[in-house]
């Protein structure tokens, strides 16, 4: 039970955090490449793009897992296929459909984002260029749905990492070819850089393609063992799955629509109060792009949990095992808290050398960086809870949940834009998924009666335990500002790998000696204390 949700979620968190720290580290040669004013240009398409896909995927991979987990569990196998088979004519016309809006739409979206006119010409070039990617991506997610259905999460792991680095080839190849070699323009480079979405969607594609020539024996024999008992129609089945989608559809483009809101607004509000085009374009790419990039880094883990989630407590949930159910939620919280919440307090702590490392040495930068770091807790929260209430069939309320955090942010963030500059637009978005995550918990515990009292406990305990690793690692780190620079790129990375390092033996060893960790990861954290002689079997901690 606790090794099957562990194992699944190892997979898919080890796939899905390749693919993030892929995406996280090429920034580096990329922002070398092009510099802020191609990063501008490329994140003002990103945007849009994100959540085009992820209206055009209709939060398919979680719907499909879901549904198929559904009916396997009623061993009725032949309903997921006949959704797979139809579900590919559906994908391939919605994603072409999404692929011709954006494409036609770019210079109304250009108009919207940009706080002037210069950049407008550049910006629906960079936005058609990354919209054909709609075409292909749609249809791949429905793979990884289905394979995800089944339990299996190595395909989707390994085609996230696999589309990541062809993707990122095709970026970082393109955009040095351009502006080394052909001596082209930054818009031309951006341009190469987004198309490379649909290059490295075609990599994924192709794993894929290879891993259902491998199973496919194994689904075929399954279904030779199909009940049969349920008739389902095509209509029935596409209404059930607009039912479990449409709420995927909100989470799925909520990050993307908090940075939309920005896009929209963050440029304009900085030039009515006095800041040039430029500049504001600067700190968006400051806020939406550098800092996000590196801020996104612990929440891939929440969003490993959202995939691994759904099936396995709608397993639970279809089968009225609540003792089950109980555990996998108490076991996701924990773990979640226990990996994001020091990465997130490192990072806000070390955001000066983490900053020059991958960007350059930029006081406004890293400040950015600062107080965004800590919206990452917020932004795995918002994810894990919002596929719990799937998980349990309370869909309806993340749209509630989500509208409000949106309504807040959109309320409040020209305001405090305009009050606290870029700071403000962080604070909006903190206070909007902070509202959006209470709704999400006052749901779970009114629906899913689940009591919250090991996990309020646990977090206070880690709370503490990364309160001390903080304060140590801040000792060391104002002593080796002594004697090392953040302004340097090598000087920062042994600040950091010193740091990160001390820090993380100080949280480690607090998590053994208390028994914390043994009961997070179980019996095979014991046997690896085990072999290396540490006192990893001590249980101290009430279950």
Same mark, same amino acid.
């Given at each position: 039970m606790q090794s099957k949700l562990l194992r699944g979620t190892f997979i898919l968190t080890l796939g899905t955090i390749l693919s993030k720290v892929l995406g996280l580290i090429y920034v580096i040669p990329f922002f070398q490449i092009v510099g802020r004013e191609g990063t501008v240009l490329y994140q003002y398409s990103y945007v849009p793009y994100t959540v085009f896909i992820s209206i055009a995927t209709a939060g398919v991979p979680l719907a499909v897992s879901k549904f198929i987990s559904k009916y396997n569990a009623l061993e009725e196998y032949a309903v997921g296929r006949k959704l797979f088979k139809s579900g590919i004519v559906v994908m391939l016309t919605t994603g072409f459909l999404a692929f011709l809006v954006m494409y036609l739409a770019a210079p109304t979206l250009a108009e919207m984002s940009t706080g002037g006119d210069a950049n407008l010409k550049n910006v629906t070039t960079v936005m058609?260029?990354?919209?054909?990617a709609l075409i292909v991506v749609p249809f791949m997610s429905?793979?990884?749905?289905?394979? +995800?259905g089944h339990q299996s999460m190595g395909p989707s792991a390994l085609s996230q990492v696999v589309e990541q680095i062809v993707r990122i080839a095709f970026v970082l190849l393109g955009a040095f070819v351009?502006?080394?070699?052909?001596n082209g323009k930054i818009v031309t480079a951006v341009s190469v850089a987004t198309f490379a979405a649909f290059i490295g969607a075609i990599g994924g594609l192709a794993v894929l393609f290879?891993?259902?020539? /491998?199973?496919?024996?194994?689904?075929?024999?399954?279904?030779e063992h199909d009940k049969g008992t349920i008739n389902i129609s095509l209509k029935e089945i596409y209404k059930e799955i607009i039912l479990y989608s449409f709420p995927f559809v909100l989470v799925g483009i909520a990050n993307p629509l908090f940075q939309a809101i920005d896009q929209f607004?963050?440029? /304009?509000a900085l030039v009515q109060i006095g800041f040039t085009e430029q500049v504001a374009d600067s700190f968006f790419s400051m806020l939406n792009f550098e800092s996000h990039k590196i801020v996104i880094i612990p929440v891939s883990l929440a969003t490993a949990f959202s995939l691994t989630l759904v099936p396995s407590i709608t397993k639970a949930f279809v089968e009225g095992d609540k003792k089950s159910m109980v555990h996998q939620l108490n076991q996701s919280f924990q773990v979640l808290l226990f990996l994001t919440l020091p990465a997130a307090i490192g990072l806000s702590l070390l955001a000066e050398p983490v900053y020059t490392v991958f960007y350059q040495h930029d006081v406004m930068g890293t400040e950015v960086l600062r107080a965004y770091a800590p919206v990452a807790i917020l932004f795995s929260l918002y994810s894990v809870t919002a596929a719990i209430? +799937?998980?349990? =069939?309370? +869909?309806r309320f993340t749209v509630l949940s989500l509208l409000v955090g949106l309504l807040i942010k959109l309320s409040l963030n020209i305001p405090l834009i305009k009050m606290m500059e870029t700071r403000g637009a962080v604070l909006a978005t903190t206070l909007g998924y902070t509202?959006?995550?209470?709704? =999400?918990?006052?749901?779970?515990?009114?629906?899913?009666?689940?009591?919250?009292?090991?996990?309020?406990?646990?977090?206070?305990?880690?709370?503490?335990?990364?309160?001390?690793?903080?304060?140590?690692t801040e000792g060391v780190y104002r002593v080796l500002l002594l004697f090392l620079s953040p302004e340097s790129k090598i000087q920062s990375v042994i600040i950091i790998l010193l740091c990160a390092a001390i820090g993380a033996a100080v949280y480690f060893y607090l998590g053994v000696k208390s028994g914390l960790i043994s009961r997070l990861f179980g019996s095979r954290f014991d046997r690896l204390m085990t /072999?290396? /002689?540490l006192p990893g079997r001590r249980r101290t901690v009430e279950n």
């Open positions: 058609r260029a990354v919209s054909f429905l793979i990884r749905g289905y394979f +995800q351009v502006m080394k070699f052909l290879w891993y259902w020539y /491998k199973r496919k024996p194994y689904l075929d024999e399954l279904l607004t963050f440029s /304009k209430l +799937q998980g349990i =069939n309370e +869909q509202a959006a995550i209470i709704i =999400n918990l006052i749901v779970i515990k009114t629906f899913a009666r689940y009591p919250f009292r090991i996990v309020w406990r646990r977090s206070l305990l880690i709370g503490i335990f990364a309160g001390l690793m903080r304060a140590v /072999k290396i /002689k």
